[in-house]
């Protein structure tokens, strides 16, 4: 009763990797206000799931194992969740950004009349003074994420009503296992009492899944060029750097937006999130909402024409310079130096 839950999303019989950076985030939330980690896993085939969950300190799994509950469809999922937290009561349920979280969340709350934050980039616990009213909040889920197109960074609370719902996108939280051996509860639900088979009416017939052409968000070094970089032809030279570092190119969303790079190497809040050990900003100005999918990074570079450039703030090191006077010679240096 009233603890912290986490949605899994699965693919196939794996924990998306986005699911256990949220039982992560979770366990430590958990810890902090005093109660358990709970986990939930829903889809076909799931003999021994909660080996994949357990070791990130889940202390009871909910399995939900039936054949028309993969691939994801709404109606099934939503139900389960419903009815189950119905039954549960958690104070806190937390869940991917990814397709599959963006539809099923905002079915969830709206069921429950709980609210959700979507794209959050920080959970925290906190209280919260109501001086109108004279009540002070304990233990409130702090959902934080930019606004008002990331020009402000938003705090949003939910005091009356439960579960606090948040999402959060792959790669904003850490993926760390607590203990391989953590011992927690399995708890394999009879899915027929969660769902009723009208929920069945949607099949999936067919399903393509494409891989990544890139590895974006693994990569140890990222390049990434905003809308500085001036054209397409500006990034071929952030493509032929890249190849001289081994790195991947990122970009922001000004770049993507001008046609200069493809989305899905968009960087930030609207794009993904990286943690490489290096990280050189070329022509960025470094908004919130770029600078929030990126400044985990172990060492920033920026290379930027603008002394005051927002970025140059958070960079451990500031190249003052045109990308078309500085990359050049970055280039010709590493390869001279590579041979």
Known sequence: MNNV??????EGSHVADVSLELLTKGRKLAN?????????????????????????GVDRVHVFDAPGLFPYTSLPHSSILVNLFKQEKPQ????GATVIGRDLGPRVSSALTSGLTADCTQLEIGSHEDKKAG???ENLLYQIRPAFGGNIVATIINPEHRPQMATVREGVMKK???DENYQGEVIRHDVAKFVPETDYVVKVIDRHVEKAKH?????????????????KEGFDMLFELAKELHAEVGASRAAVDAGFCDHDRQ???TGVTVHPKLYIACGISGQ?????????????????NDENAPINAIADYVINGTVEEVIPKMIKYYKKNSK
């Open 288 to 304: 919130i909402q770029h600078i929030a999918g990126m400044q985990d990074a172990g060492i920033i570079i920026s290379v930027n």
């Open 5 to 10: 839950f986490v949605y899994c999303e699965m």
């Open 135 to 137: 009540i002070t909040y």
């Open 92 to 95: 806190i349920c937390l869940m």
């Open 176 to 178: 760390e296992i607590l």
């Open 215 to 231: 590895n974006l968000k693994a990569a140890p070094i990222v390049i990434a060029g905003g809308y500085g970089m001036g054209s």
């Open 267 to 269: 960087i930030g809040q």
């Open 32 to 56: 902090e206000l005093g109660c358990q980690l709970e986990a939930i896993c829903a889809g076909s085939d799931l003999t021994d799931v909660e080996k994949q969950v357990l070791p990130y």
